[in-house]
């Protein structure tokens, strides 16, 4: 399968649809569950602030995971991804209520490379936190 958008479409400045992504602590246990990352700062309140976290806290890697649904979402293809980084800057803690957190993630083409490809900057934030920085994707068009 191919991306369903074309390079020739796309011009630096598009703004993809932006999303938002609730986290409960059920999620993190769901995820903890599927990746085998049981660390108790995902789920033991009592032991995240024991090491200095202000409470449980989202897996990066689910965070992460998250936030690159915004391209895979407009491409229609998740192998269209080439290559994704990010650097972790905040946690997006979770805390114990109805209302859990949320990722809310906006992201945009910042240039046209060669080979049908475009680099996409994300920005992933929690609250008013920005909890992923230098987070980008080099995407493979139609």
């Given amino acids: 399968m191919t991306a369903k958008i074309a ?5 630096v400045g598009t703004e993809l649809p932006a999303r938002t992504f609730p986290v409960t602590r059920a999620t993190l246990v769901q995820y903890a569950g599927a990746s085998g990352d049981f660390n108790p700062i995902h789920w033991n309140e009592k032991f995240a602030v024991e090491v200095g976290l202000p409470d ?49 993630v906006s992201a945009k083409v910042a240039a046209k490379l060669d080979d049908q490809q475009v680099r996409v900057d994300l920005l992933a934030k929690s609250g008013d936190q920005k909890v992923l920085g230098m987070s980008r994707a080099v995407v493979r068009l139609a």
């Fill in 7 to 11: 390079y020739d479409d796309v011009e």
């Fill in 56 to 104: 449980v806290i989202a897996h990066g890697m689910f965070t992460m995971a998250e936030a690159i649904r915004v391209v895979t979402d407009w491409t229609g293809d998740p192998a269209a991804v080439v290559e994704y980084g990010v650097r972790f800057t905040k946690p997006v803690v979770v805390p114990n209520d109805d209302k859990g957190a949320t990722i809310e």
